[in-house]
């Protein structure tokens, strides 16, 4: 397991006395010596821990300076540890700390003890863990804060532990961050999990941010310099700074656009933030608005107010894309002091600013929903439970009326359809479309903020396995699963009872083994689809007499009565070749397996393999844009690979991007060193050129790494190109 270096006790008291005068004016005096005497007496009876114990008070810090939780909470952090050692039943702290901090430490306890880091995800845990979670909105806050921690000294861990907690942290507790409103949080979250998952990937846009600093900070001077002057001219009071964009941020932008780190203009943001009262707020963010647009033109498309319309999580900001100098687009976000402090620290001081209420309306509703989910979802269906938590975390809702006036919320990019099912599982059963505004629409259409939705059903309308595609909540998906499988079940049932009268009217002796073997010889995977199709008349009676009739007539094929000499070919002989070069798991050879065409992994590449639905093994590279979602998401999976000891004589299609200056012959130079190498294949090249530039996408074949990273080198050696990257 994890590796990690023990604090002295030298470090662990500096800590404890930095903890006491930051975090001490949250206790009276009484309090204080209440939860120093209690750490004290359970001292000689559990070995005091100085690793779990420095963690628990940096992550009291966290908690408290940087999202601004308050006593209750960071009392129940710092007796987390010791009440889980000692065994403690919480419920004896309610009179020495109060209830509020023991239902704060049960709800800790109990997310430990469903927290199995390899099922997690997969498992019934999982489910209950977010429950959990559900309860109480400070419980997630505290998850987020020790997630955070463990992060900022994941250089402790060992390897396999640095890999496993950064997935986790990437794919449920950085969603769950930007949920909770803590954007600060969120982004460094992103950036530690992408810096121990793609190392080289982080290292590299770390080391272009850094080379590029000077000139974007003059950049950022010459466009701040003006707008400073005239916001000054007009009196307002405000803060006015540039920000760099995160690594991870910078990545996603250079993967969904399918652009190198140069392409990427927008690698920082403006931010202006106003000192003024709260009832200015809304005219003096709309006075600098207005400041910034006479400046500098603004794309329309990307203007976005979350001030006239807060997010749920409380965020509120204008931000507004414009045109700087040179022609390059410049993002200005404009906020008060007061909103820039939920930004940072979410939730937390949302409450501050609602007069110390421990409670947000819109976080209530959307802990309500989620239990929904929770609670309606079907057992085993986790991943699709997973899939619409994480939706949940990062979309924002719609709001549509009935014909009544009575408002529903439902998630952005909702349909008709989930609306029919919000109502009710009959009337989204029959649901055959709506009208929407006064227009006819079919239960495809995709709701907007403010319509009114009157659904149209009908008596013979029946859900199909298409809908799933159409239904974008959870709620719906399962409540049309449990529609299909009750219906499938029916008509398999009528379908049997037919196949059954029509074998006494033909007076066959069929026993259930000769119908098992006809409805594999049939093609059919289960019994269920066999009965449906016999049911829906998609299967002719016929020919199923005369296929049972062959069987009755076969002779009995006789069997050897000892087992010398006796032989058979398996099913995994079928399928395999005796040529495979792969070694998978325990050393098994000629498993059925394919090269995955998102990642295209070579000879030498680290690999892994994931199970498919069809039982086959595709391999991945282990850096593969989607390996961070499958091993979360589906780690039972997921299987260890490697290439065996000896290189396969196969061809591997690769392609690589270029990028260069426009120079003269550097095309013809390119195509003759590919053509120059022995045993690499140019299949195809695709240019283009602008501004300058050069850029080219080669298809190659290869046989295996290491000529792929010596064509690399050599390319990268031709006069005038920039950067080669394999894609």
Not at 161 to 168: H, N
Not at 688 to 711: A, R, W, Y
Request: charged share 30%.
């Amino acid at each position: 397991m994890a590796t990690i270096i023990d604090p002295t006790k030298q470090e662990f008291i500096s800590l404890y006395k930095d903890f006491l005068h930051r975090e001490g004016a949250l206790f009276q005096s009484n309090q204080r010596r209440l939860l120093s005497d209690y750490l004290k007496s359970v001292e000689g009876e559990v070995q005091l821990d100085l690793v779990a114990h420095a963690k628990a008070l940096r992550t009291a810090m966290i908690a408290h300076r940087e999202i601004g939780l308050g006593r209750q909470p960071i009392t129940a952090i710092l007796l987390y540890q010791t009440v889980r050692l000692k065994g403690q039943n919480p419920e004896e702290l309610a009179e020495l700390f109060g209830q509020d901090t023991v239902s704060i430490l049960q709800g800790l306890l109990k997310s430990t003890s469903l927290y199995n880091r390899r099922g997690a995800m997969e498992s019934e845990n999982f489910r209950k863990l977010l429950l959990t979670f559900a309860q109480d909105v400070r419980v997630i806050m505290i998850m987020i804060v020790d997630r955070l921690e463990t992060m900022r000294h994941l250089d402790r861990y060992d390897v396999d532990s640095q890999q496993e907690i950064a997935r986790e942290v990437s794919f449920l507790y950085a969603p769950l961050a930007h949920r909770m409103g803590l954007y600060a949080i969120k982004t460094e979250l992103e950036d530690l999990s992408l810096k121990y998952t793609s190392r080289e990937i982080y290292k590299e846009i770390a080391q272009k941010l850094n080379e590029t600093k000077r000139s974007r900070e003059a950049y950022i001077a010459s466009f701040i310099e003006p707008v400073k002057k005239q916001l000054q001219s007009d009196g307002l009071r405000f803060s006015i700074k540039g920000r760099t964009k995160s690594i991870h941020s910078i990545w996603n932008k250079i993967r969904k656009q399918q652009v190198p780190f140069e392409k990427v203009y927008d690698l920082f943001a403006i931010r202006i933030i106003i000192d003024c009262p709260i009832e200015k707020e809304k005219a003096a963010c709309w006075q600098a608005f207005s400041v910034v647009t006479n400046m500098y033109s603004y794309n329309t498309n990307r203007l976005r107010d979350w001030i006239s319309a807060p997010k749920s999580n409380g965020y509120e900001s204008l931000h507004v894309t414009v045109m700087g100098p040179e022609g390059k687009w410049v993002e200005v976000q404009i906020r008060t002091k007061r909103m820039d402090e939920i930004a940072e620290k979410g939730m937390a001081a949302h409450w501050k600013y609602k007069g110390g209420k421990s409670d947000s309306a819109a976080m209530d509703e959307f802990l309500k929903n989620l239990r929904d989910i929770l609670e309606t979802s079907a057992e085993g269906n986790d991943h699709e439970v997973m899939s619409e938590f994480k939706m949940q975390l990062y979309e924002d809702d719609v709001f549509v009326f009935t014909p009544k006036g009575d408002l529903h919320k439902l998630r952005k990019g909702a349909t008709v359809l989930d609306f029919a099912f919000s109502i009710h599982s009959n009337v989204g059963s029959h649901c055959v479309g709506a009208i929407v505004n006064n227009k006819h629409v079919t239960f495809k259409q995709v709701l907007e903020n403010g319509d009114q939705v009157n659904i149209i059903t009908a008596p013979n309308q029946k859900p199909k396995q298409d809908w799933l595609q159409v239904a974008k909540t959870a709620k719906a998906r399962v409540k049309i699963k449990q529609a299909i499988k009750e219906l499938e079940f029916k008509e398999a049932n009528d379908g049997r009872e037919i196949l059954n009268r029509r074998v006494k009217n033909w007076k066959l002796e069929v026993n259930d083994g000769d119908i098992t073997r006809l409805i594999k010889k049939m093609g059919y995977k289960n019994s269920t689809s066999f009965y449906i199709d016999i049911f829906n008349e998609k299967l002719n009676l016929q020919t199923i007499r005369e296929k049972l009739t062959e069987t009755e007539a076969a002779t009995d094929v006789v069997l050897p009565r000892t087992a010398e000499g006796f032989s058979r070919e398996t099913e995994l002989q079928k399928i395999t070749t005796k040529d495979d070069a792969l070694v998978i798991d325990q050393n098994l050879k000629n498993i059925h397996y394919s090269l995955a065409k998102c990642c295209n992994p070579i000879y030498g590449d680290d690999i892994f393999g994931f199970v498919s639905i069809n039982g086959g093994i595709k391999i991945h590279r282990k850096d593969c844009p989607n390996a961070p979602q499958m091993i979360s998401r589906f780690g039972y999976r997921i299987v260890n690979a490697r290439w065996s000891g000896e290189g396969k004589q196969n061809d591997y299609t690769i392609r690589l991007h270029v990028i260069g200056h426009d120079d003269i012959g550097i095309v013809t130079n390119i195509t003759s060193l590919i053509n120059k190498e022995p045993n690499i294949m140019m299949r195809s090249i695709s240019v283009d050129s602008h501004d300058g530039l050069f850029e080219g996408n080669l298809t190659i074949l290869v046989k295996e790494l290491h000529q792929l990273e010596q064509l690399i080198k050599k390319l990268q050696a031709i006069k005038g190109v920039k950067q080669v990257f394999r894609v």
